[in-house]
Structure formats: structure tokens, C-alpha cells
């Protein structure tokens, strides 16, 4: 089972796929992607971090999702946006090489038996990027978020900390 959580920022997708997660286990994964950019970020990894209790494994991989046992368990992806700022980073900002990777890392771990909650940002709703790096990234985000939606069970898009079911 796949879900898939998108939104703007601080739309409440986390707090969302957090709370989906300890409904569907006692013990859900946690699994963040990103890595620590500046003083900013590790500021705000902190803050996601004091949200998870004991209950939760939190495992750190900023790439190879799939290198994780995964096997009959209910895990968070938190978030694609920056997974795919990853491979965007480091194939020096090559869409297709970006694109065709991401890909094929997500089929292999959409292929585990698994309930995974995926999070990712609708960044293309914004603010129209003012640079060619930010302009592109904005279309290889949107690109993998269909990618991704379409191979989804369920879709939920969140506005204002309100889920609002867009696949059911």
C-alpha cells in the first residue's frame, strides 16, 4: 500500500503521515532524507525529531530507500522533495539523469511488501523561481510527484493542515 502526502510547505504533511503511521503501527519507520545544509535545517530536523516518540525507528538515508528492510512494515518517507534534491545535487543538476534514477530507486522500493507514506511538496504552486537550476528543479519535482501519485493507492493533498483525498 502506498500513500502519498503532498502540499505546500508547513501544510501539515508530516504531522499528517505521522499520525496515519501510528494507525497502522505500533512501531512505524521513519525515514528521513535529507542532508544538513546549514544550521537552519539542523534546526528544523531537530524539531521534526522531538515529533516521534520511542515508538518510532527513524533511520537516516538520503538515497537508496530500497537498501532498507522495509519487509511488513508501515514507514514514512519524509520527504521526496529532498530525496530528489539528492540525486539533483549529485548528477551536477542533470533532469534526466535526476529523473531516470529517482525512478528506478522508487520501483524497486514500491516492489517491497510494505505500506510506505510518502511525503512530498507541491513546490510548482509557489512563487515562480527566479534562476534556471530553480526553474528545473521545479519541473523534475513535478515530474516525479505524477510519477509517484500514479503508482499510489491513495493521494491525499493538504491545504492548511486539512487532508483533502484527491485518490481514494
Known amino acids: 500500500m502506498i500513500y502519498f502526502i503532498t502540499g505546500g510547505e508547513r501544510s501539515g504533511k508530516s504531522k499528517y503521515a505521522q ?3 501510528l494507525e497502522l503501527s505500533g ?9 544538513l545544509w546549514d544550521k537552519d535545517f539542523e534546526k528544523r530536523v531537530r ?7 520511542k515508538n518510532w525507528i527513524t533511520i537516516e ?7 532498507i528492510d522495509l ?3 508501515v514507514a514514512v518517507i519524509d520527504c ?11 548528477t551536477n543538476y542533470d533532469i534526466e539523469k535526476s529523473l531516470k534514477q529517482a525512478k528506478r ?35 523534475l519535482q513535478g515530474w516525479i ?13 493538504m491545504v492548511s493542515g486539512i487532508p483533502v483525498q484527491i485518490k481514494v
Not at 27 to 35: E, F, L
Not at 61 to 67: D, I, M
Open 47 to 53: 524539531h521534526h525529531k522531538t515529533e516521534r516518540d
Open 71 to 73: 519487509k511488513d512494515k
Open 105 to 139: 530507486e522508487f520501483d524497486i522500493l514500491s516492489s517491497i511488501d510494505c505500506t510506505l507514506i510518502i511525503i512530498s511538496n507541491e513546490i510548482g504552486m509557489g512563487v515562480h523561481a527566479q534562476t534556471e537550476k530553480g526553474r528545473k528543479f521545479v519541473e
Open 61 to 67: 538515508e538520503e538515497k537508496l530507500l530500497s537498501k
Open 27 to 35: 512501531h512505524p519507520v521513519y525515514i528521513a532524507t535529507s542532508r
Open 19 to 21: 499520525k496515519l503511521a
Open 80 to 90: 521526496i522533495t529532498l530525496w530528489l534534491t539528492n540525486y539533483w545535487v549529485d
Open 145 to 157: 510527484n505524477q510519477y509517484i501519485a500514479a503508482k499510489a493507492d491513495k493521494v491525499v493533498f
